[in-house]
C-alpha cells in the first residue's frame, strides 16, 4: 500500500507540468511547421522575391513595347521602323537587301 500511494501521489504531482509541457510543444511545434508558422512564412518570402523579380522583368518588356508602339503611332511615325516591321510581317527582302534584327526587337 506505501508504494502504490506514493506513485500515484507523485503522477498526481507531475500531472499538471507534463500537460503544461505538452501543451507548450504542440504550439511550439506549430509555430514553426504550422499553416502560418515560421517556415511557411520563409517559403512565402521567397515566394515574393521571386514574384517581385518578375515583375521587374515585365515592366521592362512592356517598356521595350511601349517603346515600338510609339515609334508606330501615326503623330510620329518613323519610317524606319515601319519599314523594318513591314518586311518582317510579310517577310519581302529584296535580292540586295537583308535584315540585321536585334534579340529585344523580334
Same mark, same amino acid.
Given at each position: 500500500?506505501?508504494l502504490?500511494?506514493?506513485?500515484k !501521489? !507523485? $503522477? !498526481?504531482? @507531475?500531472l499538471?507540468p507534463?500537460?503544461?509541457? %505538452?501543451?507548450?510543444?504542440?504550439?511550439l /511545434?506549430?509555430?514553426? *511547421?504550422? &499553416?502560418?508558422?515560421?517556415?511557411?512564412?520563409? *517559403?512565402?518570402?521567397?515566394?515574393?522575391?521571386?514574384? +517581385?523579380?518578375? %515583375?521587374?522583368?515585365? +515592366?521592362?518588356?512592356?517598356?521595350?513595347?511601349? %517603346?515600338?508602339? $510609339?515609334?508606330?503611332?501615326s503623330? *510620329? #511615325?518613323?519610317a =524606319? @521602323? #515601319? =519599314?523594318?516591321?513591314?518586311?518582317?510581317? /510579310?517577310? %519581302?527582302?529584296?535580292? =540586295? &537587301?537583308?535584315?540585321? #534584327? *536585334?534579340?529585344?526587337?523580334?
Open positions: 500500500m506505501g502504490t500511494h506514493e506513485i !501521489r !507523485r $503522477s !498526481r504531482r @507531475m499538471v507534463t500537460v503544461g509541457a %505538452l501543451f507548450v510543444s504542440y504550439f /511545434v506549430h509555430a514553426f *511547421h504550422g &499553416e502560418r508558422g515560421i517556415l511557411a512564412w520563409m *517559403h512565402l518570402q521567397k515566394q515574393v522575391a521571386s514574384a +517581385k523579380q518578375t %515583375l521587374i522583368s515585365t +515592366k521592362a518588356i512592356l517598356g521595350n513595347y511601349q %517603346l515600338r508602339i $510609339s515609334l508606330l503611332k503623330n *510620329h #511615325l518613323d =524606319d @521602323m #515601319l =519599314d523594318e516591321r513591314a518586311r518582317v510581317m /510579310v517577310g %519581302l527582302v529584296g535580292p =540586295d &537587301e537583308f535584315n540585321i #534584327l *536585334h534579340e529585344k526587337f523580334k
